[in-house]
């Protein structure tokens, strides 16, 4: 792969439109400042990112988590991007470079738009809808692939529909957004039959030509599958969008779980000390100990350790960028820093596996996503397939026009029944559900 194709300002949908803009704004700015000012990007601060949204801890959630993430990887590609500049300062397209920042900064803000309410709990009952539950009824009526669509739904696939499907009533392409902000966010770049134990693909067969499409302008490397699959090697980007990713979540769970007690102070302080060397350390140390509060202190810690990270992470992608560019980089950055970051790291993933998402309250939203969301995609999947009914013309009613409900085929159908759940916060999908359930229970009574 070359930097002089994967960066590219070429939009999805308006290829044939060009339209020479004057000013400072470039095409990559300006995919950030549409995702910002987006009805998708806002809907974010009602989802849930790991513990309860309400409470008088702040705690984070989709829409701060997506914001953190794209200042963690707009400075870690900086650093990339000056690196890249030097080695390549004698190619005539070393301007393009300067891009990368926007670029995955944009990408970090639109890598959780697709995800359901209620974290990964609502990805997994709408998986197990089909591969356990009601849904199963329908494996007969549709294809293979769109079959393993369904039974791995995936919260980066969506993201993908949602940023390039024109839904009713939009322009051709939907946000219209540049090739290589689109290839930046698929962190799984292969088609659902590829999903396999992890359930984790880039696409839905609906949007498979689309991505292609988007690949091949890219010249991003395709790789040939036995079986036919569509499988494709990582943009580069994907990579820093990953780390930043990662590196926030990992680090921020740990920190709201302190100010939620979750966790102790004593807990906490050694495990962050562990990111450093010794005079490292006694230097945090010094510092830590002329502030009085606990969450100040560990807030300071949070901010050290973000700033190694994205050092190192930097250095990793560097160092193994002729790797990546080939398509032969197996990992994440992170698998590739040094000691001692990648062992505190990993403690760090060890610890909140066993004390944070295991704790009442992460496990009470998980169990309360799952029967609200498998309700409600139960009730509108009847609606849909039975729309003349006097109870399912009710309940479309309350489905935006933007869904294509009354789409021709049964896949369309349900896609538009996931489009219209994915897209619920945390509150509405909770109002709705105690709604319907309120009918349920007058009818039946």
Known sequence: MSWDRLINDKRFGLEHF??????????????????????????????????????????????THSIEVASVGRSMA?????????????????GKLYSIGEIVSAACLAHDLG????????????????????????????????????TNFEGNANAFRLL?????????????????????????????????????????????????????????IRHKEPSGAVRFARHPLVYIVEAADDICYEIMDIEDAHKLKILSTEEVIPLFLGYFDEARRDHITRIMESVDDP????????????????NRCAEAFLCHEEEILRGQFRGSLL????DPEHRAYRNCEALSWKKIYCA????????????????LIHELVKAVCN????????????????????????YGKLQAVLDHISGMTDVYALDLYSRLKGMSLKINN
């Open 115 to 150: 995800n359901p309410p209620f974290g990964h709990s609502g990805e997994k009952a709408i998986s197990t809808y089909f591969s356990e539950g009601e849904g199963r009824c329908f494996r007969d009526r549709l294809t293979d692939l769109q079959w393993t669509d369904l």
């Open 335 to 338: 698998d590739h820093i040094p």
């Open 387 to 410: 729309p003349d009914l006097n109870y399912s013309r009710l309940l479309l009613a309350k489905v935006p026009e933007q869904y294509e409900v009354d789409s021709p085929g049964l």
């Open 360 to 375: 009442g309250d992460v496990v009470d939203i998980e169990l309360a996503g799952t029967r609200i969301i498998s309700f």
């Open 164 to 220: 390039t499907h024109r839904f009713n009533g939009r322009r051709p392409g939907g946000f219209a957004m540049t090739y290589s902000t689109l290839a930046s966010i698929a962190k799984y770049p292969f088609d659902s039959s590829l999903a396999g134990s992890h359930g984790k693909f880039g696409f839905f067969s609906s949007e498979q030509d689309d991505f292609i499409k988007v690949a091949e302008e890219l010249g991003m």
């Open 18 to 63: 060009h339209d020479p803009k004057t000013g400072s704004r470039s095409d990559f700015q300006r995919d950030f400042d549409r995702l910002v000012f987006s009805s998708p990007f806002r809907r974010l601060q009602n989802k849930t990112q790991v513990f309860p949204l309400p409470g008088s801890i702040f705690v984070h959630n989709r829409l």
């Open 78 to 94: 900086a650093e990339i991007a000056a690196g890249l500049r030097q080695k390549y300062s004698s190619e005539p397209w070393v």
């Open 295 to 310: 969450n100040e202190k560990i807030a300071y810690l949070r901010s050290c350790i973000i700033g190694a990270l994205v």
